[in-house]
Structures are given as C-alpha cells and as structure tokens.
C-alpha cells in the first residue's frame, strides 16, 4: 500500500520559515517526479512547487518563486519544503504528490499526480 505522510507543518509569524517534509512508503519514488500543492479554505488546490526525480528539473509557482525550496532525497524516499518568509496568504494544508510518469516532465496540474498524502496544516499569522 502506497503511503505518503507530510510532516512539519505548524503556525508561524509572518517573515518566519518551515520546514515541511514528504516520505513515502510502500513504494519506491526515486524515479518519479514529486510535488507540492496547497489548498485554502473556499479555494481550489493549487501547485507550489515540483521537483523531477533527478533533481534537475523544477518548477515554482510565481507567488512562492524566491521563497520556497524543494528538494529531495531519494534516499529516504523523502521530499521537502523550505518555506521562508512566509505570508499570511501562504496559510492553507499542503499536500505532497507523486506525478503519473511523464517522461522526466515537471507538470503542474492536480489531475497529473495519482498520490496524495494527507496534507498538513500551515498557518501564517500576521
């Protein structure tokens, strides 16, 4: 059974930083792209941030682009969100995904990622 688990989460001051870290089990995701997505309350889940399984392709969304770091160890089986400089506007449950195969591809649609972990809760405060 495939299993993601987000840890990490928490409240924090705006300007502070988190660290949000995915690891998966049950399967091994060294060679699939992963990602993060976020999703507030009365909104639709958005991308953040994806990395491709080498590490060498990545991609952000324009609101995190300069704040947020994704990384991965596929050693662990891990990925991880650094999160700087947060915002109220960054508050939301994150969530970590595994993208279907697409050839090396970072992708930032919701439907092209096939597991999911629980999410965990970020909230910023002002």
């Known amino acids: 059974q495939v299993q993601l688990v987000e840890s990490g989460g928490g409240l924090v001051q705006a300007g502070g930083s988190l660290r949000l870290s995915c690891t998966a089990s049950?399967?091994?995701?060294?060679?699939?792209?992963m990602g993060w997505f976020r999703q507030a309350p009365g909104k639709e889940r958005e991308f953040v941030t994806a990395?491709?399984?080498?590490?060498?392709?990545?991609d952000y969304a324009d609101s995190v682009k300069g704040r947020f770091t994704i990384s991965r160890d596929n050693a662990k089986n891990t990925v991880y969100l650094q999160m700087n400089s947060l915002k109220p506007e960054d508050t939301a449950v994150y969530y970590c995904?595994?993208?279907?195969?697409?050839?090396?591809?970072?992708?930032?649609?919701?439907?092209?990622?096939?597991?999911w972990g629980q999410g965990t809760q970020v909230t910023v405060s002002s």
């Open positions: 049950g399967r091994t995701f060294s060679r699939y792209t």
């Open positions: 995904a595994v993208q279907k195969p697409f050839g090396g591809l970072v992708t930032t649609t919701p439907s092209n990622y096939n597991y």
């Open positions: 990395i491709s399984w080498s590490g060498g392709r990545l």
